[in-house]
């Protein structure tokens, strides 16, 4: 089959699952594109999640182009995303059209409660592949302290972490080391 | 109409950094305060509902909103809007990706960045455990590691796990309501359905 085909197919079951916002599907598409079919190394993917943190937008829409791109050009990177959003869009404009009918339906609730814990599963299962390659000598432990201590101290956005982490890495490899 | 669905979706899309809840403040004051389009009350009723979809919030939300304003159309304005400057941006920086890895202080960059990525996993995980209260909930935390086990170290599809959740939290719940039913001495099955 089309390579471009078998990436839409993908993103089309990762978008029907994913459930548990963006790192939910940070972990689907490692899972899917890294681990299952090889499309992307983990390093590739690593530097992925990192642009898409830091650039405008939902990090499932940016990471779902990012990782098309890389993977086949600008129209597959326009594709997975267009495919990922495809059955959750369906499912908005159902609801939106049923709005009465769902508007507090017991069940779906409870489903929904239940799979957090999956998803808080699948993020956990995708860091440790990105811990394996993302973890390059002893100084990476270093920049994995100062990361931790700017998001769970000082409860700055991510994205002051990576810009910092990033600083270091060009002080430290490109300049010292 | 459908240009200004999309131009109002495509400025939250450009201006939101961080993703999906942060999202939210900012279409809640371009649709609900700026336009009008929206009561405050309807829109978190919009966000309630699509909150239990699976994918993106922001494109959800965009897609029920855009519904409610001109149908499918609106819609698919309010989709395209939200994922435009997503799109336009990430293939910009992906051009010059490629060539830019060539550069040996990119490379530290990203060096130095790959430990933070891991940093965020973790985060992202704290924080959902923490809303999904895993540490008082037996049933929940089991759930959890025991989905953690499964898919990084025996390989189960994710997707068998988010079905699994599904079915564990429904039965779960109708064994907690039927045990309940029978402490009050008595089912009342007209009650639960």
């Given at each position: ?46 530097n ?40 959750p869009?369906c ?81 430290l ?5 | ?69 001109k ?5 698919i ?16 920086i ?26 965020l996993?973790?985060?992202a ?37 988010v ?9 779960a ?6 045990n309940?039913?029978k402490?009050e ?9």
């Open positions: 089959m089309d390579l471009v085909l078998r990436m839409c197919l993908a993103f089309i079951k990762i978008g029907a699952f994913c459930f548990g916002g963006g790192y939910a599907a940070v972990g689907l598409i490692e899972n899917e594109v890294v681990k299952t079919m090889g499309w992307l190394t983990s390093e590739q993917y690593i992925i999640i990192a642009i898409a943190e830091m650039t405008p937008g939902p990090i499932a829409v940016n990471t779902s182009t990012f990782a098309g791109y890389l993977m086949s050009g600008p129209v597959a990177g326009i594709l997975c995303t267009l495919s990922i959003i495809l059955i869009s499912l908005a404009l159902l609801t939106a059209f049923f709005f009465e009918k769902v508007k507090n339906n017991p069940k779906v609730q409870v489903a929904v409660k239940g799979i957090r814990p999956g998803a808080i599963g699948i993020i956990a299962a995708a860091g440790i592949s990105i811990a394996k390659s993302g973890f390059h000598d002893y100084w990476s432990a270093l920049f994995f302290a100062l990361a931790a201590f700017i998001i769970f101290k000082l409860k700055k956005s991510p994205i002051i972490a990576l810009l910092s982490c990033g600083a270091l890495g060009v002080l490899y490109g300049f010292i080391l | 109409m459908l240009l200004q669905i999309f131009f109002t979706f495509f400025k939250v899309g450009l201006f939101t950094i961080g993703g999906g809840y942060a999202m939210l403040p900012i279409i809640q004051d371009a649709v609900c305060h700026q336009k009008g389009w929206l009561t405050d009350e309807e829109f978190l009723d919009s966000i309630s509902l699509t909150n239990s979809l699976p994918g993106p919030l922001a494109t959800n939300c965009a897609t029920f909103i855009g519904f409610r304003l149908k499918i159309p609106g819609s304005a309010a989709i395209l809007g939200t994922i435009s400057p997503s799109i336009i941006i990430i293939l910009l992906a051009m010059i990706f490629n060539t830019a890895m060539d550069n040996v202080y990119v490379q530290a960059f990203f060096r130095g960045v790959g430990p933070a990525v891991f940093a996993i973790v985060s995980v704290y924080k959902l455990s923490k809303s999904a209260k895993i540490l008082e909930d037996k049933l929940t935390l089991i759930v959890a590691l025991a989905s953690f086990v499964v898919i990084g170290f025996l390989g189960v599809t994710p997707i068998l796990v079905i699994a959740a599904a079915v564990i939290a429904l039965v719940d109708s064994v907690r309501k039927a309940a039913a402490k001495g008595g089912p009342e099955d007209g009650s639960r359905s």
